[in-house]
């Protein structure tokens, strides 16, 4: 499996209804993509939830990379890029990814990167990652994912919610405009 998240900073004073807008009408063209986990269409407004920024940042959770390779080389990614540039593409080698049967109705993410020390035990992190991702399905999450990333020696741990969860202090939060999952 192989997470995967892209993302936009958009000025101060955009109209965040754009983007609204566009996930309402580009969202289920992805529902039932080939190899698709799931693609939670992310935003979040400037001051919301403490974010910085506007931002557009989409999720994914690939089943196998020919998934995720078959998107960025499609015409979906293609338009994307047309419209909003180039992104800096994050991948993650999955951990452990835990989705419920209720996964439809989350309304929320979170997610936090983490910098992994160099010469840590990754052994050790993995079984950390792992216990927060339970941790987190406990607390309620209706999917969670931990991964890492040894380019840049980065962890990532994302969790989707139905209701706003209490956070800390360098996660971000994003509001879910729409959820592709796999045909039934």
Known sequence: MI?????????????????ERRIREKGP????????????????RKDEFGSRDNLYAPFYLWQR???????LCGPGFEALTGAFGWPQVSTWIV???EVSPEIAASGF?????????????????????????EADRARGALASVSGFEPT???????SLWKDMPEIGR?????????????RP
């Not at 063209?29 to 986990?37: I, T």
Request: glycine share 6%; no cysteine; charged share 20%.
């Open 170 to 182: 360098h996660t971000q939060t994003y509001r879910i405009g729409h959820l592709s999952l796999p």
């Open 3 to 19: 997470a995967m998240q892209y993302g936009f900073t958009l000025p101060a004073d955009y109209d965040m209804s754009i983007i």
């Open 95 to 97: 951990w452990q990814a």
């Open 109 to 133: 993410a979170t997610r936090d990167i983490i910098q992994t020390q160099a010469y840590a035990s990754l052994a050790d992190l993995r079984r950390a990652e792992n216990a927060e991702a």
């Open 152 to 158: 840049t020696w980065t962890r990532v741990r994302f």
């Open 29 to 44: 063209l992805l529902d039932g993509f080939p190899d698709l986990g799931f693609k939670a269409y992310l935003s979040a």
């Open 65 to 71: 990379p020919e998934g995720a390779s078959d998107f």
